[in-house]
């Protein structure tokens, strides 16, 4: 987790939200503030000049997830729900991971077809064990079964496919792909 400053896009700074910061560090002690633990992952650096399209000003808590335990990451998800709840403001999770990797396009849909629809089900167990099982290499595996159950605490009811692609429909080379889906999750009517 970073706790603090700002961060720099071609478009502007981002201010890091630092009282959603010692919320959350209060509820899940086990978050550290590291700085460094944002060098080598690249997930929030690519969502936040889209996020300053769609938002303007706003502020953001960066969280990298470096555990693939999934009693600590119910924990994670319950203790985020919980600030997210009784925060002042209103807080929107955004989770960040590319679908399966490497394999041929078929192969993909396929085993992206069973993560998304526990994904769907607002079903944390059921990604944990299908990512697994089926050993789809979704890098933010993780951190969707930390949202997913803080979803499931906040009363979420529904989930809809935005859009699901992968690289060979620009490339042309359906031989080996990444995946990408975009899914949005809502309590009560959109």
């Known amino acids: ?13 981002v201010p890091v939200d630092a009282p959603l910061a010692r919320a959350l560090t209060a509820a899940f002690p086990a978050l550290e503030n590291d700085p460094l633990a944002h060098r080598k992952e690249h997930a929030i650096e690519v969502q936040l000049p889209f996020l300053q399209v769609l938002l303007g000003e706003f502020s953001f808590l960066p969280v990298v997830v470096g555990t693939n335990a999934l009693e600590d990451l119910e924990a994670l998800g319950l203790a985020m729900a919980k600030v997210i ?3 002042q403001e209103p807080v929107a999770m955004v989770v960040s ?10 192969t993909n849909r396929a085993k992206d077809s069973a993560a998304l629809e526990a994904v769907l089900r607002i079903d ?3 990604l944990f064990q299908v990512v697994r099982k089926r050993r789809i290499s979704m890098c933010g595996a993780g951190p969707a079964v930390a949202a ?3 979803c499931q605490r906040l009363g979420a009811d529904r ?4 859009d699901y692609t ?15 889906a ?4 809502f309590k009560g009517q959109a």
């Open 97 to 106: 991971s590319d679908m399966n990797h490497y394999e041929d396009a078929k």
């Open 148 to 150: 997913l159950f803080a």
């Open 159 to 162: 989930a809809e496919l935005v």
């Open 166 to 180: 992968d690289s060979g429909m620009v490339t042309g080379d359906d031989s080996q792909v990444v995946s990408y």
């Open 182 to 185: 975009g899914v949005r999750i």
């Open 85 to 87: 709840a009784e925060f």
């Open 1 to 13: 987790m970073n706790s603090g400053g700002a961060w720099r896009t071609p478009l502007g700074e």
């Open 124 to 126: 944390p167990t059921g």
